[in-house]
Structures are given as structure tokens and as C-alpha cells.
Nanobody, 124 residues
Framework: QVQLVESGGGLVQAGGSLRLSCAAS????????MGWFRQAPGKERDFVAA????????NYADSAKGRLTISRDNAKNMVYLQVSNLKPEDTAVYYC?????????????????WGRGTQVTVSS
């Protein structure tokens, strides 16, 4: 069955950086665009970044544009999110998701498969 498992979250000081990882299995990974979303306590789940199956296109949320890098390794069925210059506002549970749209999307409804999330906490 389809499985997405996030890792790499934790407690980080403001100004630092981290890289989140998502291991995928149970589907033809390269045929799916991949995305990252995040959800802060009491708030809606927001789009963060997406990458097409071939890595040809990448999309980022305006709220953190310039501090994000999404990448993938199709040979390893892995997708990554690097966040630089972390801010307290980045504190959230980060979710990895797979989309049936090859070129990706910023809409959560376009992602039928989701991981269980990894917590990122940024201290000030």
C-alpha cells in the first residue's frame, strides 16, 4: 500500500536550517508530483512547496519563498524540503504528500496520499 514517512523534524533555533525527508513506497514514485504542506496549531493546512515528477518544475509558497528548497531523488523514492533561516512562524507539523498530477499543485485536494507528519519547532 501507499506509504509516506516524514523525518527530520525537531527543535531548531531561529536562524538555523534543517532538511526534512520523506520516504515513499507502494506506488510508482516518479509518476507523481510531490508536495509539502504544513499546519500550525489551530490553523489550516497550508501549501509549502511542490515538485514535478521529473524535478523540472518547482513551486513555493510566497510566505517562505527564498528560504525553501524542494528536491527529490527518484532512484531512492525520496523527497526533501530544506528550510533556511528558520523563523518561529515556521513552527508546524510538516506533511509530505503525493499527487496524481504529474506537474504538481498547490491544492491539498489534489493530493490523495499523505504522510503522518513531522513536527518542526523553531525557538526564539
Amino acid at each position: 500500500q501507499v506509504q509516506l514517512v516524514e523525518s527530520g523534524g525537531g527543535l531548531v533555533q531561529a536562524g538555523g536550517s534543517l532538511r526534512l525527508s520523506c520516504a515513499a513506497s507502494g506506488f510508482t514514485f516518479s509518476n507523481y508530483a510531490m508536495g509539502w504542506f504544513r499546519q500550525a496549531p489551530g490553523k489550516e493546512r497550508d501549501f509549502v512547496a511542490a515538485i514535478s515528477g521529473s524535478s523540472a518544475t518547482r513551486n513555493y509558497a510566497d510566505s517562505a519563498k527564498g528560504r525553501l528548497t524542494i528536491s527529490r531523488d527518484n532512484a531512492k523514492n525520496m523527497v526533501y524540503l530544506q528550510v533556511s533561516n528558520l523563523k518561529p512562524e515556521d513552527t508546524a507539523v510538516y506533511y509530505c504528500a503525493a499527487s496524481t498530477s504529474y506537474f504538481g499543485s498547490a491544492r491539498s485536494t489534489d493530493y490523495p496520499y499523505w504522510g503522518r507528519g513531522t513536527q518542526v519547532t523553531v525557538s526564539s
